[in-house]
T-cell receptor, first 115, second 113 residues
Framework: NAGVMQNPRHLVRRRGQEARLRCSPM?????VYWYRQLPEEGLKFMVY????????ESGMPKERFSAEFPKEGPSILRIQQVVRGDSAAYFC?????????????FGQGTRLTVV | QQQVKQSPQSLIVQKGGISIINCAYE??????FPWYQQFPGKGPALLIA?????SEKKEGRFTISFNKSAKQFSLHIMDSQPGDSATYFC????????????FGTGTKLQVIP
């Protein structure tokens, strides 16, 4: 059973471009979480999704950021019109159930650099 | 209210020594306190977690101590090894909820031979 797969591992975008980050959860996992890690900081929750549903997006910036987890395929975190402040490591985690009694497994992250 | 404060920011320990990392939280509603270990270039991995109904939990060389009245908890790594060199994050969450946890800022641990 492969772990949580994120791609690309590294992504460079110019200011104003779009960034698409993909997350394939572990097999059998239908719950996905996205976190952002700024340099020298802890991870900050962005959004929680189940298949085809956004459950909690309280950590998502109101503009330019969106997330989806379609019935088929990976979860996508989309950042439109990127700015330098979006440079960070973006991690997704997946779990088979939503509660804290089951462990969520993190991917290796996508490191986004905006130039 | 949602902050989790972690110290120290970095730590150097001799092989065989005890590594101690401390965290404090503000939101008394938190009732789930995990610790994560992150190696460079990797995602965090759950190391050990505690709920406030116990004051201590031990798994191998890793021990969490929890002080509910002080709203503090700490990670002790006994007999620290060079392979323990990593960044450690404490976190806090609500056990009735989902995997939405508030992370501390991290402690970079270096264990020297």
């Amino acid at each position: 059973n492969a772990g949580v797969m994120q791609n690309p591992r590294h992504l460079v975008r110019r200011r104003g471009q779009e960034a698409r980050l993909r997350c394939s959860p572990m097999k059998g996992h239908s719950h996905v979480y996205w976190y952002r890690q700024l340099p020298e900081e802890g991870l900050k929750f962005m959004v929680y999704l189940q298949k085809e549903n956004i459950i909690d997006e309280s950590g998502m910036p109101k503009e330019r950021f969106s997330a989806e987890f379609p019935k088929e395929g990976p979860s996508i975190l989309r950042i439109q019109q990127v700015v330098r402040g979006d440079s960070a490591a973006y991690f997704c985690a997946s779990s088979p159930q939503g509660g804290l009694d089951t462990e969520a497994f993190f991917g290796q992250g996508t490191r986004l650099t905006v130039v | 209210q949602q902050q989790v404060k972690q110290s120290p920011q970095s730590l150097i320990v001799q092989k065989g020594g005890i590594s101690i990392i401390n965290c404090a939280y503000e939101n008394t509603a938190f009732d789930y306190f995990p610790w994560y270990q992150q190696f460079p270039g990797k995602g965090p991995a759950l190391l050990i977690a505690i709920r406030p109904d116990v004051s201590e939990k031990k798994e191998g060389r890793f021990t969490i101590s929890f002080n509910k009245s002080a709203k503090q908890f700490s990670l002790h790594i006994m007999d620290s090894q060079p392979g323990d060199s990593a960044t450690y994050f404490c976190a806090a969450g609500l056990s009735g909820g989902y995997q939405k946890v508030t992370f501390g800022t991290g402690t970079k641990l270096q264990v020297i031979p």
